[in-house]
């Protein structure tokens, strides 16, 4: 394990610590294939899984391993029709497993996400019976106000261009505080605690993920 490896596995446990105080459970791993090899050996097989597009539940390999593993996806992404895609987020919201990142998770073990249409904040709050969430250390924050400005300055943007939306942070590199019509702000949710204790479950990895 290397210095920097050995620092992000100490801020971990400070942060899964707080998380069980929260009813929510935290993991650390040192790459994403260990973390990986972890999740889906939690998962039995044959179970319905979701998940919201993540960007870092795909840089870690996980989504490849599910869509070849024993399991039933649903995956809104495949929709070739609005109504197609109502009818598989309906399914989303009563499956086994939801899979998702946090735009931000502070020391004290809160989630900050922001989202667009709200779907994955949605089935966060509530809906699947289980959340699994692959969170790389480049998304740790002191807090809610550090991880707002965060995911508005340096996950947005990025993610703006990742999605050809016409907004302010797509052209300017950073938050307009806009309310355009192509706004990925809509939603604000901050997660302080789960309700269901070990419903939501963060798997942290010591590598940057995501956005």
Same mark, same amino acid.
């Given at each position: 394990m290397t210095h920097k490896q050995a620092a992000f596995q100490t801020a971990a446990e400070t942060i899964?610590?707080? !998380?069980?105080? *929260?009813?929510?459970? @935290?993991y650390f791993f040192e790459?994403?294939?260990?973390c990986t090899d972890a999740i889906l050996a939690s998962i039995p097989e044959n179970s319905t899984i979701s998940w919201g597009g993540s960007e870092s539940i795909k840089e870690s390999? !996980?989504?490849? *391993?599910?869509?070849? @593993?024993?399991?039933k996806l649903i995956d809104r992404m495949s929709a070739s029709t609005p109504e197609e895609g109502r009818?598989?987020?309906a399914q989303a919201v009563l499956s086994d497993y939801y899979l998702m990142s946090s735009n931000a998770v502070t020391l004290s073990g809160e989630l900050v996400n922001i989202d667009g249409n709200g779907n994955r904040v949605a089935c966060l709050i509530h809906g699947p019976k289980n959340i699994i969430m692959v969170v790389g250390m480049n998304k740790v924050v002191t807090d809610i106000e550090t991880g707002i400005k965060r995911v508005r300055n340096f996950a947005s943007p990025p993610n703006a261009k990742r999605l050809n939306r016409q907004t302010p942070c797509n052209a300017a590199g950073h938050c307009g505080d806009c309310l355009?019509?192509?706004c990925?702000?809509?939603?604000?949710?901050?997660?302080?605690?789960?309700?269901?204790k070990g419903?939501?479950?963060?798997?942290?990895?010591?590598?940057e993920?995501?956005?």
């Open positions: 899964i610590k707080n !998380l069980e105080k *929260r009813g929510m459970e @935290g790459d994403s294939v260990s390999g !996980l989504m490849e *391993r599910i869509r070849n @593993g024993s399991y009818a598989l987020y355009s019509p192509d990925m702000c809509n939603q604000i949710v901050i997660t302080r605690r789960s309700g269901i419903r939501i479950k963060l798997y942290f990895v010591a590598e993920l995501g956005y």
